[in-house]
C-alpha cells in the first residue's frame, strides 16, 4: 500500500518560514521523482517545486529564492522549506511522487496539508 503523508502545514504570518515534510512508504522512493504542488481555492492545482531521482530540481517562477525542495533517499523523504511566505502562497500543499520509466507509469498524491499566510 503506497502512502504520501504530509506534515508541517499552519497558520504563519507574512514573512515568516514553514518547513513541510513528506513521508513515503509502499515505494521504491529512490527511483521516483518527488515533487510538491499546491491548490488555493478556486484555482487549478500547480506546481510548486519537483526533485526527480538523480537531483534535478525545479521551482515555480513564484516561488524560486524563497522555497527549498530537499530528498533523504534514506528516510524516505521529501521536505519543502518555505521562507519568505506570502499571503498568495495560502494553499493546500500536497506531496506527489512520479515514475516513468521501462513502460511503466506510477503517479501517487499524498492527502494535502493545508498552509496558511496571513497577518
Known amino acids: 500500500q503506497v502512502q504520501l503523508v504530509e506534515s508541517g502545514g499552519g497558520l504563519v504570518q507574512p514573512g515568516e518560514s514553514l518547513r513541510l515534510s513528506c513521508a513515503a512508504s509502499?515505494?521504491?522512493?529512490?527511483?521516483?521523482?518527488m515533487g510538491w504542488y499546491r491548490q488555493a481555492p478556486g484555482k487549478q492545482r500547480e506546481l510548486v517545486a519537483r526533485?526527480?531521482?538523480?537531483?534535478?530540481?525545479a521551482y515555480a517562477d513564484s516561488v524560486k529564492g524563497r522555497f527549498t525542495i530537499s530528498r533523504d533517499n534514506a528516510k524516505n523523504t521529501v521536505d519543502l522549506q518555505m521562507n519568505s511566505l506570502k499571503p498568495e502562497d495560502t494553499a493546500v500543499y500536497y506531496c506527489n511522487a512520479d515514475f516513468s520509466s521501462y513502460g511503466i507509469t506510477r503517479n501517487y498524491w499524498g492527502q494535502g496539508t493545508q498552509v496558511t499566510v496571513s497577518s
Open positions: 509502499g515505494i521504491a522512493f529512490s527511483g521516483y521523482a
Open positions: 526533485i526527480t531521482s538523480v537531483g534535478n530540481i
